[in-house]
């Protein structure tokens, strides 16, 4: 929207920083809600040209639907938002904070949903805390092109306030859920992104050295029981961090994810078959740097780091 249109009183400005696999998902979702007023944000000039122009594709189990959205590389083109969310890949977060400063006032919640580790953190130094949230999701999202998105199948999302920002994260919970989203607000967002990051440990690093798909994972026993020992892994370092895992067996829910998303290509393994750089720094990576700072072990997290790393290089990427 262009800044000099007023939205309508009773709408509500969603910006999607982001327009990978996740991002253009969600800004079908959210902007095909009359009540919404959505847009996304990229850094690539020509690639917003296009989604602007023929709107986000999306491949869904029940059929094919666009949604016009528009996109543009300018965040001065838009209003300030009631709501921005991150959907960068984690090692593009401070430039994604720095590009979208222009739609974040003093009232917009600023959401990260990405993978791995550290994101919410890299927010807050750029923004005012009160104002960061952080989640989980585990829709899974394949791009086929741009603005254009296989959707393997939506999942919940969990946000909550970092800081404890509760009046925040409710409002935030309800202007997702009124998308027809379904939404879980947690008191706990450290525990988590730590469930999630444990899913991409097990998961992301195999599928991408063995270019299986995440169901494939569990028709091997070898590689079935290796996702379980970094599960395991994760979690003793979480534990050695001070998360608090509640009722969660890492075996269980790896798998779990491994069978709701059988058919689906992790996102690493999507980077790696794109040539593109991963985010195993902030998954696995980052797993093993918190082990390291709080004297735990993590040598798969380590061993699998420094093989997609190896890989991505392989491949010509880096
Ligand atoms: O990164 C991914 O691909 C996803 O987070 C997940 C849950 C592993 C499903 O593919």
């Known amino acids: ?78 209003s300030t938002a009631d709501l921005v969310i991150i959907f960068t890949k984690a090692y593009d977060t401070l430039a994604a904070a720095e590009h979208c400063g222009p739609v974040v006032g003093p009232e917009t919640a600023v959401l990260t949903l990405q993978n791995g580790l550290g994101n919410y953190q890299v927010l807050q ?22 603005g254009q998105v296989r959707q393997a199948g939506i999942s919940k999302i969990v946000l909550g306030s970092p800081i404890g920002n509760q009046a925040l994260a409710d409002s935030t919970v309800e202007l997702l859920k009124s998308a027809d989203l379904e939404v879980e607000l947690t008191a706990d967002v450290d525990a988590r992104l730590w469930r999630k990051v444990l899913i991409n440990c097990a998961i992301n690093p195999l599928t991408a050295l063995t270019r299986r798909r995440n169901g494939e994972l569990l028709e091997s026993a070898a590689l079935r029981d290796l996702a379980g020992q970094v599960a395991e892994e994760v979690y003793r370092v979480g534990q050695a ?70 890989l991505t290089e392989a491949e010509g990427e880096g």
Request: overall charge negative; some cysteine.
């Open 1 to 78: 929207m262009n800044r000099n249109d007023s939205p309508q009183s009773d709408s509500r400005n969603v910006i999607i920083v982001g327009p990978g696999a996740m991002g253009c998902l969600h800004a079908a979702l959210l902007g095909r809600m009359p009540h919404l007023d959505v847009a996304l944000l990229d850094y690539r000039t020509d690639r917003a040209e296009l989604i602007n122009e023929q709107g986000v594709i999306i491949e869904a189990p029940a059929g094919t639907y666009t949604v016009s959205v528009p996109c543009t590389a300018d965040a001065q083109e838009l």
């Open 125 to 146: 130094q750029h923004f005012a805390a009160e104002q960061v949230l952080a989640g989980t999701t585990a829709s899974g999202a394949t791009l086929l092109g741009v």
């Open 241 to 310: 961090v001070g998360i608090d895992w509640g009722e969660f067996d890492p075996r269980r829910e790896v798998e779990k994810v491994c069978q709701a998303t059988a058919t689906n290509q992790s996102s690493m393994l999507q980077d790696i078959l794109a040539g593109r750089r991963t985010e195993v720094e902030y998954i696995t990576g980052a797993v093993a740097n918190a082990a390291e700072r709080h004297g735990a072990a993590a040598p798969l997290c380590q061993c699998l780091t420094a093989l997609v790393e190896g």
